[in-house]
């Protein structure tokens, strides 16, 4: 069973910066078993959306709104994915979540963790 924990979440004034953490289990990394990675976030009132994705072999996506400013990375080894973020604005305020699917399936299960608080202030 995959599990995911997320890290590193606090309060920060605008213009800031944080570096989240994730960590997980239930896999061991292997070429011809592709997986996605991300970091999602939902604020209150809002859906939850895509911030940044990464794939096994690294190729990444950012949603437009972070673009430029947030980094997703990984450490495939140790299980390990990380989201640089730089440049918050208020509107990066959010709980942010880990997240974690094989790739080639049409309908694959998505794992979560419990997600990591991120608090941007004027």
């Known amino acids: 069973q995959v599990q995911l924990a997320e890290s590193g979440g606090d309060s920060v004034q605008a213009g800031g910066s944080l570096r989240l953490s994730c960590v997980g289990s239930?896999?061991?990394?292997?070429?011809?078993?592709?997986?996605?990675m991300a970091w999602f976030r939902q604020a209150p009132g809002k859906e939850r959306e895509s911030v940044a994705t990464?794939?096994?072999?690294?190729?990444?996506d950012y949603a437009d709104s972070v673009k430029g400013r947030f980094t997703i990375s990984q450490d495939t080894r140790n299980r390990r994915l990380f989201l640089q973020m730089n440049g918050l604005n208020t509107e990066d305020t959010a709980m942010y979540y880990c997240?974690?699917?094989?790739?080639?399936?049409?309908?694959?299960?998505?794992?979560y963790g419990q997600g990591t608080q991120v608090t941007v202030s004027r």
């Open positions: 990464i794939r096994s072999d690294g190729r990444t």
């Open positions: 239930g896999w061991t990394y292997n070429q011809y078993y592709p997986y996605f």
């Open positions: 997240a974690f699917w094989w790739a080639g399936t049409s309908n694959p299960t998505r794992f």
